[in-house]
């Protein structure tokens, strides 16, 4: 079945610092990618996403390019702030089967 | 603001006891899903229902069941329940044929 990998273990980073959280996939044919993002107390937000091979999906400064070749949609970040701390996941889905798989999630604490 | 809305915020209830869980999806939207999010399972897939019909079931208990009612919102229906049960529960909806789910703010379920 489909599975998304995430890096293990929270991120913690300096404000204005680079930010990557690397996501991998397992799945048949071609799957629709996505980040979501919790913040504290509040549901999922969609923040990005991305549907067929070497689309770049963006929003609020964040990047993700959906890589075939490496099953990969590592999410970027060029300057982070602290408004951006919150967990965030990865998930995928196929057309006419719209249950999302969800990675187990990346606590990011951005530090002032 | 997504537009889903959930009710109650938080529930606390005993083991073995029964609850109803509630979903109004964001306007026009025929889709609804429900995810359970855990510490030890993550955020899994429990069903989907399309304009009133069963579509999909994932990772959900028999003692767990869910409907839609004609004017679209949803009910998720949890039984006997067991401390392993305490978990954050999700309701998404979507558009006919879209692959993106809006999320409501969750209900937090405590069993004691």
């Known amino acids: 079945g489909d599975s998304v990998t995430q890096m293990e273990g929270p991120v913690t980073l300096s404000e204005e610092a680079f930010l990557t959280i690397n996501c991998t996939y397992t799945?048949?044919?071609?799957?629709?990618l996505f980040w979501y993002v919790q913040y504290p107390g509040e549901g999922l937000q969609l923040l990005l996403k991305?549907?067929?091979?070497?689309d770049k999906g963006s929003n609020k400064g964040f990047e993700a390019t959906y890589r075939k070749e490496t099953t990969s949609f590592h999410l970027e970040k060029g300057s982070v702030q602290v408004s951006d701390s919150a967990v965030y996941f990865c998930?995928?889905?196929?057309?006419?089967?719209?249950?999302?798989?969800f990675g187990k999630g990346n606590q990011v604490v951005v530090i002032p | 603001d997504s537009g889903v809305t959930q009710t109650p915020k938080h529930l606390i209830t005993a083991t073995g006891q029964r609850v109803t869980l509630r979903c109004s999806p964001r306007?026009?939207?025929?889709?609804v899903y429900w995810y359970q999010q855990s510490l030890d399972q993550g955020l899994q897939f429990l069903i989907h229902?399309?304009?009133?019909?069963?579509?999909a079931k994932g990772n959900i208990l028999e003692r767990f069941s869910a409907q839609q009612f004609p004017d679209l919102h949803s009910e998720l229906n949890l039984s006997s329940l067991e401390l392993g049960d305490s978990a954050l529960y999700f309701c998404?909806?979507?558009?006919?044929?879209?692959?993106?789910?809006?999320f409501g703010p969750g209900t937090r379920l405590t069993v004691l």
């Open positions: 229902y399309y304009n009133g019909e069963e579509r």
């Open positions: 799945a048949t044919g071609y799957p629709s």
């Open positions: 998930a995928l889905t196929h057309y006419g089967n719209n249950r999302l798989a």
């Open positions: 998404a909806s979507s558009d006919q044929g879209a692959d993106t789910q809006y």
């Open positions: 306007s026009g939207d025929l889709s």
């Open positions: 991305a549907t067929k091979a070497d």
